[in-house]
């Protein structure tokens, strides 16, 4: 069984700041990892994902995630974040053996303060 | 922007009636999922199908669920008997095959409110 773990709840930070949300994951096998945001009241739009290669990967709007298999995690990152980019944010996780369901953390909800 | 369009956005309902919620999922993605979004943030599967074939499902919720995908029509799900704990956001999501499952393109979901 895939888990995953977004433990900051709330993140709040000033326009033009660094920011980083947490992603931690539980899971035996090879996996998929990806981030979605969530603005208020809409869908989830795709990020950006890892399976292979360069741990780090570049989504779209300046955020990275680096994935790092010692610390089973894929946290993501942005250099200097907008008021814009205020949402939730979810790391999800999937796998081949899963069938590839998306098995999604409680997210994190990004405030920034212009 | 997503082009997977969910109808309608909001549903109200009183408990014991019929729900139905309908997806088009983006041109050409013959892949679709569909989850439950609870307010505490919390996804949970429900189906998906490549064309109109259902490939997983979980034991929907005594029966209660049902979903299709007919060839030339809107995806849709329907809960049969409505009940306090289904209201949630319903999401439609769509992948162009089964290999990228991992990029799901959401719509912007229907909100069910079962009073």
């Known amino acids: 069984t895939q888990t995953v773990s977004q433990s900051d709840a709330h993140v709040t930070v000033f326009e033009g700041d660094s920011v980083e949300l947490r992603c931690n994951y539980s899971y035996g096998g090879s996996i998929y990892l990806s981030w979605y945001i969530q603005h208020h009241g809409r869908g989830l739009q795709f990020l950006l994902k890892?399976?292979?290669?360069?741990?780090v990967v570049q989504g779209v709007n300046g955020f990275e995630a680096e994935f790092s298999k010692s610390d089973s995690s894929f946290h993501l990152r942005k250099a200097s974040v907008h008021w814009s980019d205020s949402a939730v944010y979810f790391c999800?996780?999937?796998?081949?053996?899963?069938?590839?369901?998306?098995?999604f953390g409680t997210g994190t909800s990004l405030l920034v303060d212009p | 922007n997503s082009k997977v369009i969910q109808t309608p956005r909001y549903l109200v309902k009183g408990q014991g009636q019929k729900a139905k919620m309908r997806c088009i999922p983006e041109k050409g993605h013959p892949v679709v999922f569909w989850y439950q979004q609870n307010k505490n943030n919390e996804f949970k599967f429900l189906i998906n199908f490549q064309n109109q074939e259902v490939l997983q499902q979980i034991d929907m919720t005594e029966k209660r669920f049902s979903a299709e995908c007919p060839s030339n029509s809107p995806c849709s799900l329907e809960i049969q008997s409505s009940e306090a704990g289904d209201s949630a956001l319903y999401l439609c999501a769509s992948s162009p095959d089964w290999g990228s499952q991992n990029t799901l393109y959401f719509g912007a979901g229907t909100r069910l409110s079962v009073l």
């Open positions: 890892y399976y292979s290669g360069n741990p």
């Open positions: 999800a996780v999937s796998a081949i053996d899963m069938g590839y369901k998306l098995t």
